[in-house]
């Protein structure tokens, strides 16, 4: 009953372990690019801003359309107005005045009224306004698909990393199980010292407390890369891209190319001038005088009782048309101040041009030190790492031989463990200060295409 109770664990072990392998989402970076490119509230609002600035075009072409509206009323006049007027227009006494009635108890009417923008400078600035606003709104677009990649691209590489360290550490893990194993024995057999065996133990220990800290960091990680891509928290990932040695064999020239001119910073803080020296113009077309065309038709009806309302010879009907002239003269520097705020708020946007495009290019430089420097730095931590190995394989040799302490294959494996973490940290530095220089010039996006 022991071995079939054992034998059903494993099975069912082995079930749960493929079945959540099955469930896992792979997930290349790439595809967590893309993905955070199509869901990512940030990028969600403001594709809905540039929406929103379309409507606004729309507004503000349509107050340059005829406009067209209707009016009725009925009113029941419950007491007419009396007014005074000569007497002797009816046959009285000069000076003396008269009490006329005039108007009917009821009234009603209806009517159309047209309305056309003949000539108006403000709306055609306005209008052209509208239209760089949502140019404006699609660089915002953009620069907040460069920020969410940007942090979607660090995460995922610092995850791979430390995915890459806990490799090294379970390999070391191994080693030193296997060592403690065979030393376990030779000292049961009286050819190993007991404190060599408690040494390789607590080195066992430190290296298992290592790796389940590790794994809980990773976790950590995982959810904060999941919550940048704006995926649901529950969702289970297995990261597919590796760091490895074929990743890095030589780096496109191009990349040190500086192009930080495109980025969407600097052409949101460019587009800001357009429209302040448009905001400038508009008011300053408020001057210019306005031009419009009326017209209108009424359909009126008056008589003393409800009842006669469809008698047609209580309607009549007027219509008018004309031109509306409007010159502006005095306004009491209104517009003037409005003309100098826009200035001023145009000398400002360029103030904060300049210094961003100055940290832009200090941005750029600093990501090309760092990838320079990592370069150089990985050729001495490779052949490093080289030496650590063979010092290891050889005091590994030289203990089991007896001819070697237990303290110096403990410091070759401290050695080897350090060489191998600093190799693949300067691989993934390599590859983050790549992601730096692309953000830089502004060329992150491309790595979803």
Do not use: C
């Amino acid at each position: 009953m022991k071995i079939i109770r054992h034998l059903f664990t494993l099975t069912f072990l082995q079930v749960t372990l493929l079945a959540n392998l099955h469930s896992q989402q792979p997930l290349d970076l790439k595809t967590a690019l893309r993905y955070t490119l199509e869901n990512h509230a940030t990028v969600q609002k403001a594709s809905i801003e540039v929406a929103k600035a379309q409507q606004l075009v729309r507004e503000s072409l349509s107050t340059g359309l005829p406009q067209v509206s209707a009016s009725g009323s009925i009113v029941n006049n419950l007491s007419v107005r009396t007014s005074f007027v000569p007497a002797e227009f009816f046959g009285g006494q000069p000076g003396e005045f008269a009490k006329v009635q005039f108007g009917t108890n009821w009234n009603a009417s209806a009517g159309l009224q047209l309305d056309q923008m003949l000539f108006d400078k403000t709306w055609l600035l306005g209008l052209r306004a509208t239209r760089e606003v949502t140019d404006f709104y699609r660089l915002v677009l953009e620069k907040s698909k460069e920020d969410v990649v940007y942090e979607v691209a660090k995460l995922y590489y610092q995850i791979q990393l430390s995915r890459t360290q806990r490799g090294i550490l379970d390999a070391n893990l191994g080693q030193i199980k296997g060592l403690l194993t065979v030393t376990d024995k030779q000292f049961q057999n009286g050819f190993a010292k007991k404190i060599d065996v408690d040494r390789l133990r607590v080195q066992h220990s430190n290296l298992e407390t290592q790796i389940t800290n590790l794994d809980l960091q990773i976790q950590q990680a995982e959810q904060a890369l999941k919550f940048a891509m704006n995926m649901p928290l529950e969702t289970a990932i297995v990261l597919t891209d590796t760091i490895s040695e074929a990743m890095f064999d030589e780096v496109n020239p191009s990349m040190a190319q500086p192009t930080f001119q495109l980025k969407p910073d600097l052409l949101i803080l460019k587009k800001q001038q357009e429209l302040y020296h448009l905001d400038v113009e508009r008011w300053q077309a408020g001057y210019f005088p306005t031009l419009s065309f009326f017209g209108a038709y009424n359909y009126e009806w008056q008589a003393n009782k409800i009842n006669e309302f469809g008698n047609g010879d209580f309607w009549t009907d007027f219509s008018q048309v004309g031109l509306r002239l409007n010159v502006p003269i005095f306004d009491g520097f209104f517009k003037n101040s409005k003309i100098q705020t826009a200035r001023l708020n145009n000398q400002q946007t360029l103030q904060d041009y300049n210094y961003a495009k100055l940290g832009l290019q200090l941005r750029h430089e600093a990501a090309v030190t760092s990838l320079q420097s990592n370069q150089n730095t990985l050729r001495s931590v490779q052949e490093t790492r080289k030496v650590a190995e063979e010092v290891y394989r050889v005091s590994q040799s030289r203990y089991r031989e007896g001819l070697a302490p237990i303290t110096e294959l403990l410091d070759a494996e401290n050695s080897m463990r350090q060489a191998q973490t600093n190799y693949i940290t300067t691989l993934a530095q390599i590859k983050l200060a790549e992601i730096d220089l692309l953000s830089a010039n502004g060329q992150l996006v491309k790595m979803a295409q």
